[in-house]
């Protein structure tokens, strides 16, 4: 307790003290640059991080980057992983990052079907006819945990190679992909608009698009951790709820493959789905990150057969620079 004390008194004092010179970061994403990614781009874009003392560069992902591999290697100081299995993951290996912060408080992992074709509600996806194609990732975390708690079939599990063609070509497969890009694809390739079941809503219901550091950097420079966090919220912020043009202009500069279309209907989305600014974020603030709902999570896990039950998942985070209502006032009237 006193440490973290210590840390918070020194993270204020940066705060309110002008820096002589800005504090390089490097920060690395899971992906290319996209809509998900859209607060961190916003304090880039508009000036946030400048303001608290930050030269901020973002350094995309994609599928032949490993930026975590970075992060532990002290190549980069924050990234951004999927969800808390990571990090749990991080710990059983004694790989000295920690999560702190946690921008999406609802996973946007979701299940699409056909309409029209008797697949009404969640538990219709069971049925022996249906088969779901599910990326590698996938096939070791969500769908252990589909099969734990709501009883799918190995013989259920096909693999998805990120072309929808195979979906859109039979109406007995589901889908598993994000809320806020697959859906549109389907739309667009295939001239319908899919049935959507985010596992969210069916237990799944862990925190997403967590902020890693290394444990190096919180211990050593716990202002530049609390500058970069604070104004990563005051970025989610902007973007979803103010002027985000510069950010969305900066994320097609990073990814040309990017479109209006896209950026629109995922942010939409992450509204629609209060897939950021919901649940402990709505009193706590964006980035929020309670230690029943983790443990929770950790404990379906467990069961699932995911993670290791002897892992210490209190190592995994370090929630002081979150929960501290930063935006809820100022923004929850936009």
Known sequence: MLRKLAIVLLALEALSSPAAAADKVRFGTNWVAEA????????????????YGLDVEIVPGGPQINNRILLSAGKLDFYISANFLQ???????????????AIMQRDPIAILAHPNTGIEKFEDLRDKKVSL???ADAMVTSFRWLKSEHGFRDDQARPYTFNPQPFLANKNFALQGYVTSEPFVIEQAGGFKPKIFLLADHGFDGYATTLET???????KPDVVARFVEAS?????NYLYGNNKAANDLIKKQNPEMTDALIAF??????????VDSGDALNLGIGAMQEAKIKNFFDK???AGV?????NWKKSFDATFVNRKHGVVMYRTK
């Open 266 to 275: 995922s942010t939409a989305k992450m509204k629609e789905y209060g897939i």
């Open 133 to 135: 194609l599910l990326g």
């Open 36 to 51: 998900e990614h859209g607060g961190f781009y916003q304090a880039l874009a508009d000036g946030t991080y400048k303001k």
């Open 87 to 101: 990090a749990f993951a991080a710990v059983e290996q004694n790989v000295p990052t920690i999560v702190v912060a």
């Open 307 to 311: 993670v290791k039950a002897d892992v």
């Open 214 to 220: 290394r444990v190096d950097l919180l211990r050593n």
């Open 233 to 237: 919220i005051v970025g989610w912020y």
């Open 301 to 303: 896990m467990v069961k």
